[in-house]
């Protein structure tokens, strides 16, 4: 009670310094290729609170050859992984705090009404990209460690706390650090959750399907097979197979939820003259993959209900749609909702906010589903941050929520690696 | 009698002659904007037949402002249109013999089994780009004219030739000319017809249609609204428009078409993300316009069937589909079919061919809508050249075909012009 106290009391002293961290980890723009000064600032902090570092370049060969590897990136010279330890006492469970440095581009700077790396305060909110995804949820973390370390608190368990990168691309950073042995009793990932408690995480990955036509004259194009024609009885199919998918979810997180593993189609090209008929067209799309899935079965699935389509029509029978899998695979996270980090989770939350929190499945992947597939260590994914204006301009993050999480983080922490008083 | 056995003879004695004029004009490439080498070679020939010429630089102010004046070319500078004339002693009817200098690009060379402008002969063909859309037909016209002037044949009526640029692009060249004032009492377009007599031509329009969406994540799709899900309902709706445009379709010469006048969707690109709900699609086609038909009330007639189906869509009634009508656009022709020109070209026919020639429409527009709508002038396509290879890699044309093209349309023009003896 004593500890509990002391956290919030710090946090409150402390929120102008907290307040400039994150300003300045957001005005430190960290796109793909360019993480290394805001790592730089994460790694300042890390000496500054005592844990013992590890700081590596990723590339290393159990990774690249690891099944669940997936980046188009070759070079991750000067941009390294960040892990820092604060050591327990030993007996307690240990917990793991993944935060993601990367920030998704800030595509038209047009659509921002201040600059996208201001880390401008307005109204209680903090502007930027990155702030809701995920620098404020990464600095829920380091307030969390701070508060405890600064009160004077030992703990049993061990905290590894990581600032990884390539989390918008597949979630290589975090697939290195298990393979460095990194895992835990227990994970928290603050990705943007809108202070709600997600157990369960949709995964996704990436899909395109090609598909040919034979080419004529507009003129007259009865003398050839349009693809376009052809590619949207393909998408009809996938229609078609996300109704299926869909009606035997059964999970009752995902109650609220219109379609838990939606496919979308988010892209078509086809053709090049408008007088021609098209001989391919090109469609990529995103499949949900529900959390007690796994990834081959997904895959299988959508191939056979192509065959499926095929069967049905003369020309796609001869000329079967070509699928790949390509580009972007986030795992699915799958933590039963009655987990004890849950109940730590829920009890800590009700604590600071004094009500019950939300319990959801997730709509979008993360690197929980690395975790805790590869590196067997129980996931939940909470922080402060909207889903909404993620990826977005004018992404912004609320401060109430930054200083909230990390104190429900903190106490989470308390109980969960155990105070050795 | 006499007139029409010389025409035979000069043919058979000048073929080889012939022959090499016809390579000569294939491997001067006159692709848009390229014309002048081979507007050249036919300049010299009609100055060795003693026509009266008349060369120019289109993009005179009355064309740039005609209202089926269509191009995205702006500068013609140094590839003229030419008019050549034989000039009748009076009391007969002129005829217009029309033929475009321009082709369309080789496309990709490798698809070639020669160089594309080898002018190659084999087996009684001769390959390259333009052979047989029209350099092969425009060979025809010069032949036949050759014939009666070298045989010492003076005809009533007025021959004007004309080699045009621009009809691969919508028929500015010809649209020039016949501003200049050459229209004439019939005209014989020699477009690759494989030997059919085309008086009626199916006219063409191209269109763009932008249909919005509504982004969103694709884990949550349902948060958006996909523009390619609304692209196919366009696309559908536009397949049912095709569909009643035909049955009402009653012309004889359109018995043999499965399709007389269709509506090709020749592109569509929409997305840039495969995990983002795609905000917009463009779709791009070409719409085909019956001989008896209006341009303007074709384009209401799409227009209003997109009208239709938003009122069919919560979505699209608030978020109207986007017509333009852009790029391409030939007019119909529709001459009767028992036209005094047609009679013509029929009895000709049969004269040297001793059968019935095979009466259509074509599935394509050419210059004969502009000479027929804007020049009044009744208008017949015919020609040696075979469609299916027009447009595509290793064109070849007959020779044969040539050669008996040139005898139909000489005497064709005896029977027209009428002999002065």
Chains 1, 2 share one sequence.
Request: charged content about 25%; some cysteine; glycine content about 10%.
């Amino acid at each position: 009670m004593q500890a509990e106290k002391k956290i919030k009391e710090w946090l409150g002293v402390n929120r102008p310094k907290g307040i400039r961290f994150l300003q300045r980890l957001v005005q430190e723009g960290s796109t793909r290729g360019n993480e290394s000064k805001a790592q730089a600032i994460i790694i300042e902090k890390c000496r500054k609170l005592g844990l013992s570092l590890d700081i590596w370049e990723i590339g290393e060969d159990v990774l690249l050859k690891h099944p669940v590897f997936c980046t188009d990136r070759t070079d991750f010279t000067g941009n390294p992984n960040v892990v820092g330890i604060l050591k327990g006492t030993g007996g307690g469970r240990s917990i793991l705090l993944n935060g993601h440095i990367d920030v998704v581009p800030e595509g038209d700077r047009k659509d921002w009404q201040h600059d996208p790396f201001s880390g401008l305060l307005e109204d209680g909110k903090l502007y930027g990209r990155g702030s809701t995804d995920m620098k404020g949820g990464t600095v829920s973390l380091i307030l969390a460690m701070e508060a405890i370390i600064q009160s004077g608190i030992q703990l049993k368990g061990d905290v590894i706390f990581q600032s990884v990168i390539e989390e918008e691309s597949g979630g290589a950073g975090t697939l290195a650090a298990v393979l460095r042995g990194y895992t835990a009793d227990g994970a928290i990932i603050p990705e943007p959750t809108n202070m709600k408690l997600f157990p369960k995480q949709q995964g996704s990955m990436w899909f395109r399907i090609t598909v040919k036509g034979r080419s004529a004259h507009g003129g007259t194009r009865y003398e050839g097979i349009n693809a376009i024609e052809k590619a949207m009885l393909v998408i009809t199919k996938l229609q078609e197979l996300e109704e299926k998918r869909n009606m035997r979810i059964t999970e009752p997180l995902y109650q609220n939820t219109p379609i838990p593993v939606p496919i979308n189609i988010g892209k078509i090209y086809s053709g090049e003259w408008p007088s021609s008929v098209p001989d391919l067209a090109i469609i990529e799309g995103r499949i949900g993959v529900a959390p007690n899935e796994e990834m081959k079965d997904v895959e299988k699935e959508l191939e056979n209900c192509l065959l499926e389509l095929a069967q049905t029509d003369a020309w796609l029978s001869k000329s079967l749609p070509k699928v790949e899998w390509f580009g972007g695979r986030w795992l699915p996270g799958n933590l039963d909702s009655n987990h004890p980090l849950m109940e730590t989770l829920t009890t800590c939350f009700e604590k600071v906010k004094d009500t019950r929190p939300i319990i959801e499945a997730s709509p979008w992947g993360t690197d929980g589903g690395i975790l805790s597939r590869v590196g067997d260590t129980p996931v939940v994914v909470f922080g402060p941050g909207v889903t909404e204006v993620a990826h977005d301009a004018n992404e912004y993050i609320s401060i109430n929520d930054v200083f909230e999480a990390a104190e429900i983080i903190a106490l989470a922490i308390l109980d969960w690696c155990e105070i050795d008083s």
